[in-house]
């Protein structure tokens, strides 16, 4: 049997369908749970958690957060990011947010 990490997007896919998870939260979690937490984060006063499930992944309040080089913050377009974004496979882009998203205006 394949390891999860090898598998293909589509083969994941058809075995997390399996699960027959109904809500996206609980689907998420779980993904983490086989695939390991995102390299893709949100940031928010000190705190980086998992854009996937939300789960928080480490804290740069006491000292530097040691996260993998490779990491991507929601939000923060820039160029440091972008070439990380373009190394990430699917394990880490499945069902995150787009991190480059235009931010909508208050104006709207």
């Not at 949100?42 to 499930?53: E, L, P, T, V």
């Not at 373009?86 to 991190?99: I, M, R, S, V, Y």
Request: hydrophobic letters at 30%.
């Amino acid at each position: 049997m394949k390891k999860i990490r090898d598998m293909t997007e589509r083969e994941f896919l058809e075995r997390l369908d399996a699960f027959q998870i109904e809500d996206e939260r609980t689907r998420n979690k779980v993904v983490c749970a086989l695939l390991g937490h995102s390299k893709i984060q949100k940031y928010f006063m000190g705190y980086y958690s998992c854009a996937r499930c939300g789960a928080q992944v480490g804290d740069s309040l006491g000292s530097t957060y040691g996260s993998a080089p490779e990491t991507v913050i929601v939000g923060h377009n820039c160029p440091t990011c972008r070439e990380n974004y373009a190394k990430l496979g699917w394990q880490d882009k499945l069902f995150t947010p787009e991190p480059f998203a235009e931010q909508e205006s208050e104006d709207e």
